[in-house]
């Protein structure tokens, strides 16, 4: 069975500072992950994907996310964290052997403040 | 913003009602997919039609039924409503190849219909 993991509920930086919100997966093929971004009274927003390749996946508004087989992680990271950043982050896997059903974590609210 | 519609943007029934929820997937996608977040969890996966067929299924009763029409939109249906299906009902559009897709096509999620059961 698919999981993840987000190991903190919430995630406070200034403004300006490198931000970072950690994933780890669990999944018995070759995963896909993914990153959404989620707005107050909105749907979620697609932020990047990792399918192969280089471990570093680069995304929307100057997000990144770095895939570690070994340690079954896939943590979103941004070098200057904004105000408007603030929002709920969720990652998500797919089993590459299965379907296209995701299976989200519990979300990691993000505040940068001023 | 995405393609991607719903219909209502909120909505209250009582307990043991009907509703139905709607959902406009983006021009050129056959999939969607719906989802179910509750308060303060992330979304959790209810089922998914391709093609106006089921394509999986998630940990659901099956008072939670859909279709999806030749247009590639979609309809959730909740039969005999519970204070628990008090949520956030999210669809999200995508392109596929059914079942045995091994494909990583990402997911566009509509704003969501708030259903409040009282």
């Known amino acids: 069975a698919q999981s993840v993991a987000q190991p903190e509920d919430q995630v406070n930086v200034a403004e300006g500072n490198p931000l970072t919100v950690k994933c780890t997966y669990s999944v018995s093929g070759n995963p896909y992950l993914f990153w959404y971004v989620q707005y107050p009274n909105r749907g979620l927003q697609f932020l990047l994907k990792y399918i192969t390749g280089d471990n570093l996946v680069k995304g929307s508004y100057g997000f990144e996310a770095e895939f570690n087989k070994s340690q079954t992680s896939f943590h979103l990271k941004k070098p200057s964290a904004l105000v408007s950043d603030s929002a709920l982050y969720f990652c998500?896997?797919?089993?590459?052997?299965?379907?296209?059903?995701?299976?989200f974590g519990p979300g990691t609210r993000l505040s940068v403040l001023p | 913003e995405t393609g991607v519609t719903q219909s209502p943007t909120h909505l209250i029934k009582t307990r043991g009602q009907q509703v139905t929820l709607r959902c406009s997937s983006q021009?050129?996608?056959?999939?969607v997919s719906w989802y179910q977040q509750a308060l303060g969890q992330g979304p959790q996966f209810i089922f998914q039609?391709?093609?106006?067929?089921?394509?999986g299924r998630g940990n659901f009763p099956p008072r939670f039924s859909g279709l999806q029409f030749p247009n590639y939109s979609s309809e959730l249906n909740v039969n005999a409503l519970e204070l628990d299906d008090s949520a956030l009902y999210l669809c999200?559009?995508?392109?596929?190849?059914?079942?045995?897709?091994?494909?990583?096509?990402?997911?566009?999620f509509g704003p969501g219909t708030r259903l409040t059961v009282l």
């Open positions: 021009s050129g996608h056959n999939t």
């Open positions: 999200a559009s995508s392109t596929g190849t059914g079942v045995r897709s091994r494909r990583a096509d990402t997911q566009y």
């Open positions: 039609y391709y093609r106006e067929e089921e394509n």
């Open positions: 998500a896997v797919r089993d590459s052997g299965y379907g296209q059903n995701f299976v």
